[in-house]
């Protein structure tokens, strides 16, 4: 086990409030307390912020910076995602690149994934693998998260930069879709 994977990077979520609050996934990071919530305003410039509009892919080039400003998971229903749109637009924002989503409204959706899973995401992508564990954990559906993206989120967490993530997608979703 490397370093890193000991190492602690902050999860912040910026919470809309627009699921049902018995499904909601941000809702059950931050009571098992493994996540704390914050409004658009705390929302630094150097956070990572996990962002379906970015045209930048998540990669372990941004771990000084989730470490040092944290990783923040926008919280709102894909029904209403522009009412989310301003807190995706500050910080760092970051795109995950192609995942599977377990939750059990977006079961098998690519990319549809709940807050919970975004963020777990991104910590094993940087590298907080321990800590993504530690997050999935706290849903019955984790370690089917992983088992289905356990391959991809190894090889995105190995990548030099975004740029890497992105040709790593394409060759995924190749083998996949051709």
């Known amino acids: 086990m490397n370093n890193m994977e000991n190492q602690f ?6 919470n809309f409030h627009t699921c049902n609050p018995k499904l909601c996934t941000a809702i059950r990071v931050m009571k098992f307390k ?21 045209n930048i892919a998540l990669s372990p080039e941004d771990r000084e910076n989730a470490k040092e400003f944290g990783v923040i998971g ?14 995706l637009e500050r910080g760092k924002g970051r795109a995950l690149p192609f995942l599977v989503a ?14 919970l899973e975004a963020i777990a995401s991104a910590l094993y992508i940087l590298g907080a693998k321990k800590q993504s564990k530690e997050i999935l954990s706290v849903v019955s559906w984790g370690e089917e998260f992983m088992k289905i993206n356990g391959e991809y989120l190894k090889s995105y967490s190995q990548a030099k930069n975004s740029r890497d993530v992105v040709k790593k997608q394409k060759e995924f979703m190749s ?3 051709d």
């Open 34 to 54: 493994k996540g704390k919530e914050i409004n658009i305003k705390q929302i630094k410039s150097n956070s990572v912020v996990l962002s379906p509009f970015s």
């Open 175 to 177: 083998r996949l879709y």
């Open 102 to 115: 377990t939750n059990p409204t977006n079961y098998g959706d690519p990319s549809k994934l709940s807050t």
């Open 74 to 87: 926008v919280d709102c229903s894909w029904n209403d995602i522009e009412g989310g749109r301003k807190a």
């Open 9 to 14: 990077i902050p999860v912040f979520i910026c």
